[in-house]
C-alpha cells in the first residue's frame, strides 16, 4: 500500500496474556517509530530504528515491552504479561530519514490495545 | 527529563476568532514540526522549520521557530470548523535521533 500499515486496528486482551502489534512502514522509509498514546494525551516516544543502525530503544517504558525491525522494513512491538495500564493506542510512523535528519513522519491509523 | 512543553492544553474559539499555540523546550531544538491530529485520527503532517527565526505560512497558517530554537509558535487566522482537532509540535531535542513530542493543544471551535 501507499501509505503506513498497522495491524491489528483493535486488540482486547486479558491482563497476563501477550501481544504482538505490526508495522508495515512505507516502501523505501529508512526510519520507524513507535509511539504510545493514551486517551486524550499526548505521544509517548518508545523505539526507533534508522536503516542498520542500533535501535534506539529509551523510551520503552519495561523490559515487557520490545521490539525487532526484521529486514529493514515491517517492525513488530511485543508487549509481555500485559497490564492495565499498557491500554492506549499505539502508533507506528515511518520516515525517509535522508541526510541523516528527521523529516516528515508518516503515522499509521494505529493500533488500539484494550488490557481487561 | 528533557521535553517538549505545549500551551494551552485546551482552547475553545469562536468561529471566525484567531488562535495560537505555544511550544517550549529546555533543550535546543535541531528542528520543529508541526501535526494535527483530527478527533480519532492519527497525526498529520503540517510543517518543518530548520532555521532560527524562521516564519513559514500555509493560507490562515502561521509557524514561527524562535531565534534560541527553543520555542514556536503556529498561528491559525480566522478559525474555521475545518481547524478543529489536536495541534502537536515535535523536535529533535540537541543531537538526539528520536522526534520528541509536545503534549498538544486540543482546539475546538464553536460554529
Known amino acids: 500500500g501507499a501509505g503506513v500499515s498497522q495491524s491489528p486496528s483493535n486488540k482486547v486482551t486479558e491482563k497476563g496474556k501477550d501481544v504482538e502489534l505490526r508495522c508495515d512502514p512505507i516502501?523505501?522509509?529508512?526510519?520507524l517509530y513507535w509511539y504510545r498514546q493514551s486517551l486524550g494525551q499526548g505521544l509517548e516516544f518508545l523505539i526507533y530504528?534508522?536503516?542498520?543502525?542500533?535501535?534506539?530503544k529509551s523510551g520503552l517504558p519495561s523490559d515487557r515491552f520490545s521490539a525487532e525491525r526484521t529486514g529493514g522494513s515491517v517492525s513488530t512491538l511485543t508487549i509481555q504479561r500485559t497490564q492495565q495500564e499498557d491500554s492506549a493506542v499505539y502508533l507506528c510512523a515511518s520516515s525517509s530519514g535522508l541526510a541523516g535528519g528527521v523529516g516528515e513522519l508518516f503515522f499509521g491509523e494505529g493500533s488500539r490495545l484494550t488490557v481487561l | 527529563g528533557q521535553q517538549v512543553m505545549q500551551i494551552p492544553q485546551y482552547q475553545h474559539v469562536q468561529e471566525g476568532e484567531d488562535f495560537t499555540t505555544y511550544c517550549n523546550s529546555s533543550t535546543t531544538l535541531s528542528n520543529i514540526q508541526w501535526y494535527k491530529q483530527r478527533p480519532g485520527g492519527h497525526p498529520v503532517f503540517l510543517i518543518q522549520l530548520v532555521k532560527s527565526g524562521e516564519v513559514k505560512k500555509q493560507k490562515r497558517l502561521t509557524f514561527q521557530f524562535g531565534e534560541a530554537k527553543k520555542n514556536s509558535s503556529l498561528h491559525i487566522t480566522a478559525t474555521q470548523t475545518t481547524d478543529v482537532g489536536t495541534y502537536f509540535c515535535?523536535?529533535?531535542?540537541?543531537?538526539?535521533?528520536?522526534?520528541?513530542f509536545g503534549s498538544g493543544t486540543q482546539l475546538t471551535v464553536l460554529p
Open positions: 515535535a523536535g529533535r531535542l540537541g543531537s538526539a535521533r528520536q522526534l520528541t
Open positions: 530504528f534508522q536503516g542498520n543502525s542500533a535501535p534506539d
Open positions: 516502501s523505501g522509509h529508512t526510519a
